[in-house]
């Protein structure tokens, strides 16, 4: 492949790489722009799938302004190097062409809950080690969030498509559409050397009243699987994360009268900055300090909001709270809650596991890793916490 390397042109290579620093792989960035600017994509292609299975996705996905891109030290003129776009022409190729090389069985066998980002990885890296692969997944296809969350409009399936066939093509075996549940893991872990936890965050945080009315729904339902609401409809969408952002931006995609409410400032959301622009530039309306109370059906449906306040603590740190007796009534149609997930632990807890930081736990053959580990984070996260348990294996 030739890529375009006038994008990286400006590139100073520097020592101790702020933007290197600042990803949350330390993916090598000026040696991958040295190798590109010297010819030798396929180097810099190879070093990038092996350093970061998901490099492909991390590209388009990551929060760039909060890590390399934002990190560069030629932002202070205004001129920061944008190194993902590079990573994507690369890593989409390189995936396209990649066909895995798989060690003889070494007579082991892994089985990984959870067809994620993490799982995904953690199977790939293993399998190519020659253990023997069982992935459970209780969606029919593999890839997670990546498939089930995050929507068309910000990431193309295909990408994941071919992510599901290298694996495939590693002799993994994907048992798809399969629930576990506390029962079935103890028998799948009697059958398998090692048990790797994979299955994310999936449990909607719930806002405590009125969660159940017909007219609430929960964005990780809505995006996962694609309920589409009516043109007319009046939808409030609840949250400032990137959950509540895809959710506004599919929900506006049906109904213009889509809006999105957030308990602090704009500038607090935990979004990525271009996933707030682009709900920007979609023309949503953001209304901010609005800190939802309770969902109500009487007289009508919809929330109530407290008035929230920002304030300076005498440490000089900021926080929000509620203005006192600011109780106000939003009528709506539908509302949507994207308040953060939380980690189903159910499958472990009865085993009194301890689980380390680092993903192993108080059972030698037992590990967490992912979303499961690290409550809801970010696919580079969820990679980067395989490549944290990969020691403990041949
Ligand atoms: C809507 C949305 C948007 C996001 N946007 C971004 C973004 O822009 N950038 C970014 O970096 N991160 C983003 N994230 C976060 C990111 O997707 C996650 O951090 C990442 O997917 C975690 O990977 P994982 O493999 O740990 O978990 P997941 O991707 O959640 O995969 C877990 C898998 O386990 C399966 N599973 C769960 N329980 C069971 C069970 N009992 N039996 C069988 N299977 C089970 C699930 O079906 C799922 O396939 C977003 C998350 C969401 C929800
Ligand atoms: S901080 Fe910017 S200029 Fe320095 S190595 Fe990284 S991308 Fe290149």
Redesign the pocket.
Known sequence: MSVDTTIVSQCLHCKNARCQAACPIHTDIPKVIEWVQQGKESQAQQYLFDHNFFSAI?AI???HSRQCYGHCILNFKNDPVPFYQLEAALSLDYLRHYHPMVQPSNQKSVAI???????MTVAFKLACRGYTIDL????EQM????R???PDF?LDKTIVDQYQRILLECGICFHGS????PVMVKTIAAMHDDLIY?????IARKLGQGDELPFVYS??DV?ENHIHFDSNQKIIVLGGG??AM?AVRHCHRDSPNTLLYYRKQIADMPA?PD?IQAVKDEGIEIHELAAPVRFVDSPQNGIIFSKGETLIDEKGKKYTRMVEGSEYFVACDIAISAIS?SV?DT?WKDDGLTIHEDGSTSDPHVYV????LLK???????VNSVNNILKYFD
Do not use: F, M, S
Not at 143 to 146: A, C, D, I, S
């Open positions: 991390c996905v990551c929060d809950i959870g067809a994620g980002p993490a799982g459970y997944d209780k969606h890839g997670g969030v990546l089930y969350g995050i910000r399969t629930i576990v549940d994979a299955n994310g965050a999936w964005a990780l995006l990137n959950v895809d990525n996933e997930q189903d499958l890793i992912g979303d499961a809801p984070a970010t696919v580079v996260e969820a």
